[in-house]
Protein backbone atom coordinates (compact mmCIF):
# COMPACT_ATOMS: atom_id res chain seq x y z
CA UNK A 1 0.00 0.00 0.00
CA UNK A 2 1.35 3.33 -1.13
CA UNK A 3 0.52 6.44 1.35
CA UNK A 4 2.20 10.24 1.63
CA UNK A 5 4.73 10.48 3.13
CA UNK A 6 3.39 13.14 5.27
CA UNK A 7 0.44 11.08 6.44
CA UNK A 8 2.50 7.90 7.62
CA UNK A 9 1.95 8.80 11.08
CA UNK A 10 -1.66 8.32 10.58
CA UNK A 11 -0.80 4.77 9.54
CA UNK A 12 1.58 4.52 13.04
CA UNK A 13 4.62 3.98 10.78
CA UNK A 14 7.71 5.44 11.64
CA UNK A 15 8.12 8.46 9.71
CA UNK A 16 11.61 8.49 10.43
CA UNK A 17 12.25 5.28 9.17
CA UNK A 18 10.68 5.79 6.50
CA UNK A 19 12.59 9.01 5.30
CA UNK A 20 15.86 6.90 6.18
CA UNK A 21 14.60 3.81 3.59
CA UNK A 22 13.41 6.46 1.24
CA UNK A 23 17.15 8.47 0.97
CA UNK A 24 19.03 5.72 2.00
CA UNK A 25 20.63 7.61 5.04
CA UNK A 26 20.89 6.68 8.90
CA UNK A 27 19.31 9.68 10.97
CA UNK A 28 20.56 10.41 14.35
CA UNK A 29 19.20 12.95 15.64
CA UNK A 30 15.53 14.26 13.72
CA UNK A 31 12.93 17.29 14.57
CA UNK A 32 9.48 17.30 13.10
CA UNK A 33 8.28 20.63 13.94
CA UNK A 34 4.39 21.42 13.81
CA UNK A 35 4.05 24.58 11.73
CA UNK A 36 2.51 26.69 14.63
CA UNK A 37 5.70 26.21 16.84
CA UNK A 38 7.46 29.47 13.89
CA UNK A 39 4.34 31.92 15.00
CA UNK A 40 5.14 30.58 18.74
CA UNK A 41 8.99 31.78 18.03
CA UNK A 42 8.22 34.94 16.22
CA UNK A 43 6.11 36.25 19.62
CA UNK A 44 9.24 35.36 21.37
CA UNK A 45 11.76 37.35 19.16
CA UNK A 46 9.09 40.43 18.17
CA UNK A 47 8.75 40.10 14.84
CA UNK A 48 10.43 37.98 11.90
CA UNK A 49 12.65 40.35 8.95
CA UNK A 50 12.82 38.80 5.88
CA UNK A 51 12.90 39.67 2.23
CA UNK A 52 10.57 38.67 -0.15
CA UNK A 53 11.17 38.16 -3.81
CA UNK A 54 8.22 38.84 -5.23
CA UNK A 55 4.43 40.25 -4.09
CA UNK A 56 2.30 37.33 -2.76
CA UNK A 57 -1.18 37.09 -3.56
CA UNK A 58 -4.12 35.12 -2.10
CA UNK A 59 -7.21 33.71 -3.82
CA UNK A 60 -10.22 34.23 -2.37
CA UNK A 61 -12.54 30.83 -2.69
CA UNK A 62 -15.84 32.44 -2.18
CA UNK A 63 -15.46 35.07 -4.99
CA UNK A 64 -12.65 33.36 -7.19
CA UNK A 65 -10.69 36.67 -7.19
CA UNK A 66 -7.07 37.90 -6.26
CA UNK A 67 -6.00 39.45 -3.35
CA UNK A 68 -2.49 41.29 -2.44
CA UNK A 69 -1.16 40.70 0.89
CA UNK A 70 2.27 41.26 0.85
CA UNK A 71 4.89 43.82 -1.33
CA UNK A 72 7.91 42.23 -2.85
CA UNK A 73 11.22 43.34 -0.38
CA UNK A 74 12.34 43.87 2.92
CA UNK A 75 9.78 43.61 6.10
CA UNK A 76 9.03 43.20 8.88
CA UNK A 77 5.82 40.63 9.87
CA UNK A 78 4.43 39.65 12.84
CA UNK A 79 3.19 35.85 13.73
CA UNK A 80 0.30 36.30 12.44
CA UNK A 81 1.29 36.97 8.75
CA UNK A 82 4.05 34.99 8.99
CA UNK A 83 1.45 32.09 9.52
CA UNK A 84 -0.56 33.65 6.54
CA UNK A 85 2.85 33.27 4.72
CA UNK A 86 3.62 29.66 5.68
CA UNK A 87 0.16 28.42 5.28
CA UNK A 88 -0.34 29.95 1.90
CA UNK A 89 -0.84 27.66 -0.85
CA UNK A 90 -1.80 30.27 -3.71
CA UNK A 91 0.50 29.79 -6.43
CA UNK A 92 0.80 28.93 -9.66
CA UNK A 93 2.71 25.28 -9.05
CA UNK A 94 1.46 25.09 -5.12
CA UNK A 95 3.00 23.37 -2.53
CA UNK A 96 6.28 23.13 -4.42
CA UNK A 97 6.68 26.78 -4.35
CA UNK A 98 5.01 26.69 -0.62
CA UNK A 99 7.83 24.65 0.34
CA UNK A 100 10.25 27.14 -1.12
CA UNK A 101 8.65 29.71 1.13
CA UNK A 102 9.08 27.54 3.97
CA UNK A 103 12.11 26.88 3.77
CA UNK A 104 13.25 30.78 3.28
CA UNK A 105 11.54 31.83 6.25
CA UNK A 106 13.04 28.90 8.17
CA UNK A 107 16.56 30.60 7.08
CA UNK A 108 15.12 34.11 8.06
CA UNK A 109 13.87 32.60 11.24
CA UNK A 110 17.34 31.50 12.18
CA UNK A 111 19.34 34.52 10.97
CA UNK A 112 16.62 36.99 13.11
CA UNK A 113 17.14 34.20 15.97
CA UNK A 114 21.06 34.59 16.00
CA UNK A 115 20.92 38.84 16.05
CA UNK A 116 22.15 40.23 18.68
CA UNK A 117 18.79 41.35 20.12
CA UNK A 118 17.65 38.49 20.36
CA UNK A 119 21.20 35.79 21.40
CA UNK A 120 20.10 36.29 25.03
CA UNK A 121 16.77 34.60 24.17
CA UNK A 122 17.85 31.83 22.87
CA UNK A 123 17.20 29.58 26.10
CA UNK A 124 13.58 30.49 25.64
CA UNK A 125 12.78 30.55 22.29
CA UNK A 126 14.40 26.63 22.92
CA UNK A 127 11.51 25.78 24.91
CA UNK A 128 9.09 27.59 22.49
CA UNK A 129 9.70 25.20 20.11
CA UNK A 130 10.80 22.15 22.06
CA UNK A 131 7.29 22.45 23.37
CA UNK A 132 5.91 21.99 20.19
CA UNK A 133 8.22 19.23 18.25
CA UNK A 134 8.51 15.97 18.17
CA UNK A 135 12.42 15.27 18.89
CA UNK A 136 14.61 12.63 20.33
CA UNK A 137 17.00 15.78 21.42
CA UNK A 138 16.81 16.02 24.95
CA UNK A 139 16.52 19.78 26.78
CA UNK A 140 20.32 19.48 27.65
CA UNK A 141 21.41 18.63 24.40
CA UNK A 142 19.31 21.19 22.95
CA UNK A 143 20.67 23.67 25.47
CA UNK A 144 24.17 22.74 24.42
CA UNK A 145 23.39 23.54 20.74
CA UNK A 146 21.77 26.37 21.46
CA UNK A 147 24.79 27.34 23.54
CA UNK A 148 26.91 27.29 20.16
CA UNK A 149 24.63 28.69 17.48
CA UNK A 150 26.68 31.90 17.37
CA UNK A 151 29.09 29.96 16.29
CA UNK A 152 27.72 28.70 12.99
CA UNK A 153 28.08 30.44 9.77
CA UNK A 154 24.86 30.80 8.11
CA UNK A 155 26.41 30.27 4.74
CA UNK A 156 27.08 26.67 5.86
CA UNK A 157 23.30 25.82 5.89
CA UNK A 158 21.89 24.06 2.79
CA UNK A 159 18.45 23.30 2.00
CA UNK A 160 17.44 21.72 -0.92
CA UNK A 161 14.16 20.77 -3.20
CA UNK A 162 13.16 17.11 -2.72
CA UNK A 163 14.05 15.74 -6.93
CA UNK A 164 10.17 15.42 -8.18
CA UNK A 165 9.45 12.60 -10.81
CA UNK A 166 5.49 13.61 -11.65
CA UNK A 167 4.02 16.43 -10.18
CA UNK A 168 0.45 14.75 -10.86
CA UNK A 169 0.76 11.44 -9.29
CA UNK A 170 -2.03 10.26 -6.91
CA UNK A 171 -2.38 7.92 -3.65
CA UNK A 172 -5.90 6.78 -3.12
CA UNK A 173 -7.36 9.39 -4.76
CA UNK A 174 -5.18 12.19 -3.39
CA UNK A 175 -3.02 14.52 -5.61
CA UNK A 176 0.40 14.77 -4.44
CA UNK A 177 3.80 14.69 -5.56
CA UNK A 178 6.55 12.15 -6.84
CA UNK A 179 9.64 12.00 -5.19
CA UNK A 180 12.69 10.94 -7.35
CA UNK A 181 14.28 8.58 -5.48
CA UNK A 182 17.29 7.58 -7.06
CA UNK A 183 17.65 11.68 -7.79
CA UNK A 184 17.16 12.20 -3.94
CA UNK A 185 19.69 9.37 -2.92
CA UNK A 186 22.17 11.05 -5.59
CA UNK A 187 22.24 14.52 -4.45
CA UNK A 188 22.49 13.06 -0.68
CA UNK A 189 25.46 10.97 -1.62
CA UNK A 190 27.13 12.84 -3.40
CA UNK A 191 26.58 16.56 -2.35
CA UNK A 192 26.12 15.99 1.58
CA UNK A 193 26.52 12.62 3.49
CA UNK A 194 27.53 8.88 3.21
CA UNK A 195 24.30 6.98 2.39
CA UNK A 196 23.53 4.23 4.71
CA UNK A 197 25.01 1.67 2.10
CA UNK A 198 28.28 3.26 2.33
CA UNK A 199 28.41 3.30 6.33
CA UNK A 200 27.61 -0.19 6.32
CA UNK A 201 30.31 -0.99 3.71
CA UNK A 202 32.89 1.51 5.53
CA UNK A 203 32.37 -0.68 8.43
CA UNK A 204 32.82 -4.77 6.62
CA UNK A 205 35.71 -2.64 5.40
CA UNK A 206 37.15 -1.70 8.48
CA UNK A 207 36.56 -5.14 10.27
Same mark, same amino acid.
Given at each position: MKI??N ?9 V????Q ?5 I ?12 A???E??G ?9 W ?7 K????F?KG???L?A????T?VR???Y ?13 IM??L???MM?A??IL???A???? /????TNT???V??A?KY /????K??NLEDIT????P????A???N??S??LV ?7 I??E??I???S ?5 E?N?E
Amino acid at each position: MKILLNDVHTYRVDTVEEVEQLLDVSIDYYAIIDLDTIPAVIEEIGGLTITLDEEIWKLNKKTGKWYFVFPKGKQTLNAEQVETLVRNRDYADGDISRGKMQRKIMTALIQNMMSAKNILKLPAIANV /ILENTNTNVTVREAMKY /ISELKEINLEDITSVNMPIADIAYKVNGTSCVLVDEEEARRIISEDWIYTRSEENNTEINEE
